[in-house]
């Protein structure tokens, strides 16, 4: 049973470009959050997809928008990035509904993203 | 809303040693509350949880941690330390009913030395 996936594993862009990074949930899990994790931080909350609306967000800016897709899968959207974007983007899933892995998050590896 | 402190940035240890962790949270709310390592270009993993009953609460890999309402803390402990410990520590907390919208603080980095 393949657990949380993320892609890409790393990516560079420059200032002012878009972004897109992508998340699969363990399976069986129907919501998905989005983290920003800075260098020599910890995660910070961007926004939370359930039933493929936004169900939460956190205190980011317009430019952080995302998608879920029918599958549960989900897509964080970066745009104009600036060079405090860079930082480890870090996709979590968990359960809405009750089950054994509800009120817990299962976090994915990561992508890390540099903004030159 | 809810907050987290965790105190020590850093904290070095010896092979075998004991050690604690600190964390300290601030809510309005009724809380759950976790602690998650990740080890070198990984995600998190989760150690432990505390959503209700017993205040002391045993996780993976020897840890444990003790929720205190009245001093809201949630120290994470180790009686005897591995080399394989060497990782950062985060401490979570989520509002009961606030939908799985977790605040993390900011980390400690456990060294353990041999």
């Known amino acids: 049973d393949a657990g949380v996936t993320q892609s890409p594993t790393h990516l560079i862009k420059t200032r002012g470009q878009q972004v897109t990074l992508r998340c699969s949930p363990k399976s069986g899990h129907d919501t998905v959050s989005w983290y920003q994790q800075a260098l020599g931080q910890g995660p910070q909350f961007i926004f939370q997809y359930y039933e493929e609306e936004e169900r939460q967000r956190g205190n980011f800016p317009d430019r952080f928008s995302g998608h879920q897709f029918p599958n549960y899968s989900s897509e964080l959207n970066v745009n104009a990035l600036l060079l405090g974007d860079s930082a480890l983007y870090l996709c979590a899933s968990s359960l809405s509904e009750g089950g054994r892995d509800y009120n817990e998050q299962f976090f994915g590896p990561g992508t890390r993203l540099t903004v030159l | 809303a809810q907050s987290v402190t965790q105190l020590d940035s850093q904290v070095p240890v010896f092979e075998e040693a004991p050690v604690e962790l600190r964390c300290n949270y601030s809510?309005?709310?009724?809380?759950?509350l976790f602690w998650y390592v990740q080890y070198p270009n990984q995600g998190l993993q989760l150690l432990l949880k505390y959503l209700s009953g017993s205040t002391l609460v045993k996780g993976i890999n020897g840890f444990e941690a003790e929720f205190n309402k009245s001093q809201t803390s949630f120290h994470l402990r180790k009686p005897s330390v591995h080399i394989s410990d060497t990782a950062e520590y985060f401490c979570?907390?989520?509002?009961?009913?606030?939908?799985?919208?977790?605040?993390f603080g900011s980390g400690t980095k456990l060294n353990v030395k041999p």
């Open positions: 979570a907390v989520r509002g009961r009913y606030n939908f799985n919208k977790f605040y």
């Open positions: 809510s309005s709310v009724s809380v759950y």
